[in-house]
């Protein structure tokens, strides 16, 4: 039949039913209309794919298992979920003579994802990363595609296997003056058994020092990109690097590029510094260390002695800001002097100060223009993770949250479209 005839036949209905009724109103005309539209979109997306599907390809093609010779084995029919609507298809399926296995050629090169199309697949994903799996469902259901939430957290993940976040971001150029920051932080969401478990957050922005503070943010929000995952340290810290080579780092032939590693105290985070980034410019989080006072100035003078705390930190802090962590160390134990208990406790808070030392020389680093400051890498912990992975009664299996993560990533980097226009690529 010929399409063009089918559109113009029921554009004169949908035309012809609604336009002499005033007693419609502008909600009920426009929601007819639409329905009306996506009728039509299914009868003209039918007529489209059975004309593609027509089988004009050899009898006997190559198994993608195991290189045996696939031979026509009979026509199959099914529908095929379209931003349409469900839209009927039918396609020769094929059969190995070697292994047994059935494919559906047509299928694979059109790009369908288990019967959806790659617009409808791209939907499911987006929502699914942004809201609920149940609130998805009902958002989708309300523009025409019908699937239930359990469903559509199955083909979420399933997509997202095997997946790398840093395979689609693009590269970044280091500008002459400008510096790599890379950040990590932590931040812990509940397992379906009931405990905590902690998401390793990474992300890499540009600096440019040479612009005013309106355009550098700018600048800067745009060059941020992100990695996260529930993982061992290892682990996240090959998908850190791999974030950070794809995205630019360490692609200058010269090696002349600056890189400024900045974190709190966490172990982890420095190890996997030394590993990834030998060289780089390391920084302790100035609030995070300021933090530490407070806690030594509540175990010594107690809680309730606020005025007694905020004099000893206003006194103290001006030595860590220095970069003098020896004074700072000094008057820790001082705390201390007379009760063997909480000299133990201070002498760990020593000690961490101590260990710090080179990662706390704040005002040399913003005399020459360093951030001190990891504000960036904990909003993503909130906004990449806990807006999503940490609403009310939320508890995750390690791959259900990983799958969610690198979608959120993905809308995050501005890289969803990139993943998708490979997927349609490689079909």
């Known amino acids: ?30 929601r007819d209309v639409l329905d009306a539209a996506r009728q039509l979109g299914r009868k003209v997306l039918e007529e489209c794919f059975s004309a593609r599907a027509t089988d004009v390809s050899p009898v006997s093609v190559d198994c993608p298992d195991c290189k045996g010779t696939l031979r026509r084995f009979r026509q199959c029919r099914r529908y095929v979920e379209t931003l349409c609507g469900a839209v009927r298809v039918s396609r020769w399926v ?79 150029a280091l500008e002459v003056g400008s510096r790599w920051y890379v950040s990590a932080d932590g931040v812990h969401t509940l397992a379906q058994d009931g405990t905590y478990h902690e998401v390793k957050v990474g992300c890499l922005y540009r600096d440019y020092p040479q612009l005013d503070l309106k355009s550098v943010a700018s600048a800067r929000t745009k060059s941020l990109r ?14 850190w690097f791999d974030l950070a080579t794809a995205s630019g780092i360490y692609n200058d032939a010269t090696d002349s590029e600056e890189v400024v590693v900045i974190g709190d105290g966490a172990a982890w985070i420095w190890n996997l510094s030394e590993e990834y980034f030998p060289g780089a410019v390391e920084i302790v989080d100035y609030m995070h260390a300021k933090s530490h006072l407070y806690d030594v100035a509540k175990q010594a003078f107690g809680e309730t002695s606020r005025d007694t705390i905020e004099d000893w930190v206003k006194t103290t802090e001006p030595f860590l800001f220095a970069g003098d962590t020896q004074e700072v160390i000094v008057r ?37 223009g360093y951030h001190i400051g990891s504000g960036l890498i904990e909003s993503a912990c909130k906004h990449v ?41 490689a079909a």
């Open 332 to 368: 820790i134990r001082a705390l201390g002097v007379g009760n063997s208990t909480l000299s133990e406790m201070l002498q760990r808070e020593a000690g961490y100060f101590q260990k710090h030392a080179k990662r706390m020389q704040y005002q040399r680093f913003v005399e020459n």
């Open 1 to 30: 039949m010929d399409i063009l005839a089918i559109v113009s036949e029921e554009v004169k209905e949908i035309f012809s039913s609604v336009i002499c009724d005033d007693s419609v109103s502008l909600e009920m005309l426009e």
């Open 226 to 239: 992100y990695v996260a995952c529930q993982s061992d340290a290892a682990s996240f810290g090959e998908q």
């Open 94 to 172: 094929y059969r190995c003579d070697g292994c047994g296995h059935y494919h559906v050629p047509w299928d694979a090169d059109e790009g369908l994802k288990d019967g959806y199309t790659v617009s409808v697949a791209k939907a499911m994903c987006r929502l699914s990363a942004r809201m609920d799996f149940r609130e998805a469902s009902e958002e989708l259901a309300h523009h025409g595609i019908r699937i239930s939430h359990t469903m559509l957290q199955q083909k979420v993940q399933q997509w997202s296997e095997g997946m790398s976040v840093s395979d689609y971001v693009n590269q970044q």
């Open 385 to 425: 993770v806990a807006q999503r992975c940490k609403q009310a009664s939320m508890k995750w299996s390690r791959t259900g949250i990983n799958a969610i993560l690198f979608w959120r990533c993905l809308l995050k980097n501005g890289a969803s479209d990139a993943f998708w226009d490979k997927q349609s690529n």
